[in-house]
């Protein structure tokens, strides 16, 4: 009975953690992976096992069935003369001659690597109606003025030339089609009244209302990275005055140098979110090895948990050294590694693994790294701009300083679960200005990719809560990370 309890515990509280998958996720996989419905409910039932939908997913990826594909259809085929050369095919002769591709990606990468397609085409008079309509909102002075747009090569450079313009920089009140469309698109449902929707035509411009939604409370709770507030993961809620005041006033005042206050200053939001996240893992204290040790962070935290017994990781090797041997093994209750593992160059395994020897078992790792497939390194790459944040070179500095190989989600569980770890919840966070500043701007951008993306990780930084399972002889290095050297 008591085992009975206790499975039914671990099931309950994976759930929660979204890490056992549901019903509906394996069916989702059999409707758009193997395009069928499963052969029975057996059969669907035997796939509930998988403990996250990545390894579910990937069971369907890895599938004879999926591997081997199938021909595309005639739907198929028209959607591509459609979506991508914007008009229909010659003949059936010509469309069904398309359908040989055995899958969907290679289809439509023949029309994306067509001359047509490559070399573009005029906007038509619809595209120049069309922005009329939907950017400035209003019609065309006179045909003239319309046929006069129509020299732009591509749809891009002419709804440029539109956002570009005085008149849609200045700002207007916007329309009740406006308010919609962000409820739609932005929100996902309708307005829950039509006097909500008016309330927003006060608004002086479109971008304006958009920042007002993409700011507001039930979009964060929509979307997981647009929160800054640590109170939606962490039950924990240190005042960020408080936190402030902490970081600025360390035990040792000469200390904090300029080059300490200005990190200080930008990482501000990732810090404050870090220390909430301690305050809830160490409520009764404990040993706490710190990987990313700073002087005024290790300060605040005396400060603001003075029950945590702190260690800082200074002037080792991180790929390098033996740590257990320094600071012993299966000795520490949490392990703090934030932004160290961006910075490595040929072994993020052994640091794992050295991370994995210091903890007790069922010890507690907090990690955050940046977020190699973030929204704003989308819009930026979508913008023909270098995609990271963090790509500059800083000279006369070590090579471990700059920023040497950014992660995803997926990669971070990967190596955590490989060296000894059991991922107890990952998700991401916009904590950066710039990001803040960027993302209101591309609202329609971001509505595209959300629906086309095969993930929902799109804040700045990744954040990774997890905790030790086993302990390994070594660390685990495959072939996914590390090159074969034979």
Known sequence: MANSRAARWIYLRLSQLGLLVSRDDVLWCYHYLLGREPESESDLLSKIHYRSFRALAQ???????????????REDVLWCYEHIL????????????????????????????????????????????????????RAPESESVLLSKMHYRSFRALAQSFTDSPEYLQGRTVSREDVLWCYEHILGRAPESEEAVTSFMSTR??????????????????????????????????????????LFQPLNPQSLTKQDRDYVNLHFERLWHAMNALADLSPSGGRLIDFSARSHFSDAMGKLLPDVEQTGVNGVNYELDDYAHLYGE????????????????????????????????????????????AMTNALHWMNGDSPTLWNQVIP?????????????PSEVVRLLEE??????????????????????????????????????????????????QESLTGPVRNTWLYADQD
């Open 205 to 246: 411009d479109f971008r304006s209302l958009v920042s007002f939604f993409l700011e507001s409370v039930e979009f964060a709770g929509r979307h997981p990275s647009s929160s800054d507030s640590p109170a939606d993961v962490w039950k924990s809620s240190i005042p960020p005055d408080v936190f402030r005041e902490a």
């Open 330 to 373: 299966s000795s520490f209750d949490i392990c703090l590694n934030m932004e160290v593992l961006e910075h490595l160059i040929f072994d993020p395994a052994h640091m794992v693994w050295s991370m994995n020897r210091m903890l007790k078992t069922g010890g507690l790792l907090f990690l955050s790294t940046p977020n190699a497939v």
């Open 419 to 468: 060296n000894g770890f059991t991922v107890l919840n990952v998700y991401t966070r916009d904590f950066y200005s710039s990001s803040h500043e960027l993302l209101p701007q591309h609202s329609r951008d971001i509505s595209y990719l959300q629906s086309h993306a095969r993930h929902t990780y799109f804040g700045d930084t990744i954040c990774v809560l997890a905790s030790k």
């Open 86 to 137: 914007g008009r229909a095919p010659e003949s059936e002769i010509v469309l069904l001659s398309k359908m040989h591709y055995r899958s969907f990606r290679a289809l439509a990468q023949s029309f994306t690597d067509s001359p047509e397609y490559l070399q573009g085409r005029t906007v038509s008079r619809e595209d120049v109606l069309w922005c009329y309509e939907h950017v400035l909102a």
């Open 59 to 73: 069971s369907f990826t890895d599938s004879p069935e999926y591997l081997q594909g199938r021909t595309v259809s």
């Open 396 to 408: 006369g500095k070590p090579y471990y300083e700059r920023h040497n190989r950014d992660w995803t």
